[in-house]
């Protein structure tokens, strides 16, 4: 069963109820190092549901038990949190420029906005990283995090996220618009997800893999055999070659142990 306070102290936010930037700041920081990013956890054998989600039953998974999972799991929970906390939250929707490769769809990634005193903030639990680690204000400055640089650029009819560590070149994360999003609206993903899954015959041998973890100076992500840590802004990716390293990593960025 959802609650609050049994979500506030999982992520170490026990107490912590207030409306303002300082909370809304903790409280992101806190869930990315709580809870990872674990693509393991859309069991899709049943079918896949994107609209219908059972909150309860994907807050014990997700947030009681600890396995996380993915932005339709994490960012809805948390979009629910913040709103039972008292805070302006809207829904919105994301893709990446390899989502948008693949789908075409426009609401590959959910996640939130929050306005708070004036201000609006992008608000993401739910995306494997590398990313930013607290909110980001809505407008034109370059922002810090962690050694990390983070600006949005107008695209158009688009804006795009845009990211670089200390010595990396500016690479989008991904592309939105301000249009409020209702859960409905990823009833395409679904469909197209459910294609999917019927066609893939393809071996099970890792490469499928997604999930990440936030400490407290940076970020790891392994996708498939490829692992990539952000530590104060300095990136170091490498390929995971041996299958019993590639189960450990997984089991560490999972483990309440990882720091």
């Known amino acids: 069963m959802f609650d609050v306070e049994r979500y506030l102290a999982r992520i170490g936010c026990a107490g912590d109820t207030g409306v303002d930037i300082a909370t809304l700041r903790k409280l992101h920081r806190n869930h990315l190092m709580a809870i990872p990013y674990n693509g393991a956890t859309q069991d899709f054998r049943d079918g896949v549901r994107l609209v219908d989600v059972d909150e309860d039953a994907t807050f014990e998974t997700c947030v009681v038990r600890g396995r996380g999972?993915?932005?339709?799991?994490?960012?809805?929970?948390?979009?629910?949190?913040?709103?039972?906390?008292?805070?302006?939250?809207?829904?919105?929707?994301?893709?990446?420029?390899?989502?948008?490769?693949?789908?075409?769809?426009?609401?590959?990634?959910?996640?939130?906005?929050?306005a708070l005193d004036g201000a609006e903030w992008l608000v993401d639990v739910g995306y494997p990283g590398p990313s930013y680690v607290e909110p980001l204000r809505v407008g034109d400055q370059v922002q810090s995090q962690y050694g990390c640089q983070y600006r949005l650029i107008d695209r158009g009819s688009r804006t795009a996220l845009q990211r670089r560590g200390r010595i990396t070149r500016w690479s989008v994360v991904y592309t939105f618009t301000p249009q409020a999003r209702q859960w409905s609206d990823w009833k395409e993903m679904e469909e197209f997800l459910a294609r999917e899954i019927a066609a893939d015959t393809g071996p099970q041998d890792g490469t499928k893999i997604l999930c990440g973890r936030t400490s407290g100076n940076g970020q790891?992500?392994?996708?498939?055999?490829?692992?990539?840590?952000?530590?104060?802004?300095r990136e170091e990716a490498r390929t995971i070659t041996e299958d019993a390293e590639h189960e450990r990593l997984v089991a560490h960025l999972l483990s309440d142990e990882f720091h």
Do not use: P
């Open 69 to 114: 999972g993915t932005c339709f799991q994490l960012n809805r929970l948390f979009h629910r949190l913040l709103t039972e906390l008292g805070y302006d939250v809207t829904l919105l929707a994301a893709s990446t420029a390899e989502g948008w490769e693949a789908s075409g769809l426009d609401v590959e990634h959910m996640f939130n906005r929050v």
């Open 220 to 233: 790891a992500v392994l996708k498939g055999r490829r692992y990539l840590t952000v530590r104060d802004g």
